[in-house]
């Protein structure tokens, strides 16, 4: 891999200066990607701590899995950009070289690997918080991304094609620990419940309504994922049945990081992420 990008060939000011209707689509590939990216970040803090050697290796290629499908959606918002501006941004750019008010991934995905009465974000992985996120995250998308197979965007189709495949994969995983921990031991089954109570509120900002969304269903590339909720809880709640949890109570909170105000743990997050390509800027390997 090699890369001569550097934070001066970075610069948002010409697409932020265009009206929505020409920028939904590039804006909307760039919220996708950045949720896959940072949720497949997340997931590669267990690469060789996994709780057991297969679901180390599980969860190592979940987070593949989620990077290539950021990698993709990155390389046509580059393209996409380049219609708009005449420069075509390569997918490092916008991984490394973007601010945390950059980036508009759900909150969600950001989060540590456990509850808030656990402490810094030091505080040891809780298997229960990545596997109920996963989970949540992976009912979502097994809905969204065959909706967009059908989007007016050729290259946005293809891609929602293969992550299709994928997203079901990742559902169903999470989805048999979900039913394994919450039907297992007291112990299992309190902490999978704390993590669905500490997760839940998220879930607000997923399916809240926004301009870009709105505008992005009007021209026919994408949906409201607020169209998708019935479907989404439907897969939730037999899994929770199953699995002998229940659904806490609903909540007002709703989080910000798909408007790019995010949660404290998102500056770590990106250092440890873009730490390599800012030290060493224009280096190849």
Same mark, same amino acid.
């Given at each position: 891999?090699?890369? =001569?990008?550097?934070?001066?060939?970075?610069? @948002?000011?010409?697409?932020?200066?265009?009206? !929505?209707?020409?920028?939904?689509?590039?804006?909307?590939?760039?919220?996708?990607?950045?949720?896959?990216?940072?949720?497949?970040?997340?997931? $590669?803090?267990?690469? %060789? &701590?996994?709780?057991?050697?297969?679901? @180390?290796?599980?969860?190592?290629?979940?987070?593949?899995?989620?990077?290539?499908?950021?990698?993709?959606? /990155?390389?046509?918002?580059?393209?996409?950009?380049? +219609?708009?501006?005449?420069?075509?941004? &390569?997918?490092?750019?916008?991984?490394?070289?973007?601010?945390?008010?950059?980036?508009?991934?759900?909150?969600?995905?950001? !989060?540590?690997? &456990?509850?808030?009465?656990?402490?810094?974000?030091?505080?040891?992985?809780? /298997?229960?918080?990545?596997?109920?996120?996963?989970?949540? /995250?992976?009912?979502?998308?097994?809905?969204?991304?065959?909706?967009?197979?059908?989007?007016? @965007?050729?290259?946005? $189709?293809?891609?929602?094609?293969?992550? =299709?495949?994928?997203?079901? /994969?990742?559902?169903?995983?999470?989805?048999?620990?979900?039913?394994?921990?919450?039907?297992?031991?007291?112990?299992?089954?309190?902490?999978? +419940? +704390?993590?669905?109570?500490?997760?839940?509120?998220?879930?607000?900002?997923?399916?809240?309504? @926004?301009?870009?969304?709105?505008?992005?269903?009007?021209?026919?590339? %994408?949906? +409201?994922?607020?169209?998708?909720?019935?479907?989404?809880?439907?897969?939730?709640?037999?899994?929770?049945?199953? $699995?002998? !949890?229940?659904?806490?109570?609903?909540?007002?909170?709703?989080?910000?990081?798909?408007?790019?105000? &995010?949660?404290?743990?998102?500056?770590?997050?990106?250092?440890? !992420?873009? %730490?390599?390509?800012?030290?060493?800027?224009?280096?190849?390997?």
């Amino acid at each position: 891999m090699s890369s =001569s990008i550097t934070a001066d060939t970075v610069d @948002d000011s010409a697409v932020a200066r265009l009206p !929505l209707a020409r920028t939904a689509a590039l804006q909307y590939v760039l919220r996708l990607a950045d949720n896959a990216l940072i949720l497949g970040q997340r997931n $590669a803090e267990w690469c %060789g &701590h996994g709780p057991a050697l297969e679901e @180390d290796i599980a969860l190592t290629n979940i987070s593949l899995d989620l990077i290539g499908q950021a990698r993709l959606l /990155y390389s046509h918002a580059g393209a996409l950009e380049g +219609q708009l501006t005449g420069r075509v941004r &390569h997918e490092d750019e916008y991984a490394y070289w973007r601010s945390e008010r950059e980036f508009h991934n759900w909150t969600l995905l950001e !989060l540590p690997h &456990h509850g808030p009465l656990a402490g810094t974000a030091r505080a040891d992985r809780d /298997y229960a918080v990545t596997i109920m996120r996963n989970f949540l /995250y992976g009912a979502l998308m097994a809905e969204l991304w065959p909706v967009l197979e059908r989007s007016n @965007d050729a290259e946005l $189709a293809a891609i929602a094609a293969k992550s =299709s495949k994928e997203a079901r /994969y990742h559902l169903q995983h999470a989805a048999g620990w979900v039913v394994r921990l919450g039907d297992g031991t007291e112990a299992s089954h309190l902490r999978m +419940q +704390q993590a669905l109570d500490h997760l839940m509120p998220y879930m607000n900002e997923c399916f809240g309504a @926004d301009p870009l969304e709105q505008e992005i269903a009007r021209q026919g590339i %994408g949906v +409201q994922t607020a169209d998708l909720r019935g479907a989404w809880e439907a897969t939730v709640q037999a899994t929770l049945d199953e $699995a002998t !949890l229940r659904l806490p109570a609903r909540s007002a909170f709703v989080s910000t990081g798909k408007h790019g105000v &995010h949660s404290e743990h998102m500056s770590y997050l990106l250092a440890e !992420l873009q %730490g390599l390509a800012r030290a060493h800027p224009g280096a190849q390997w």
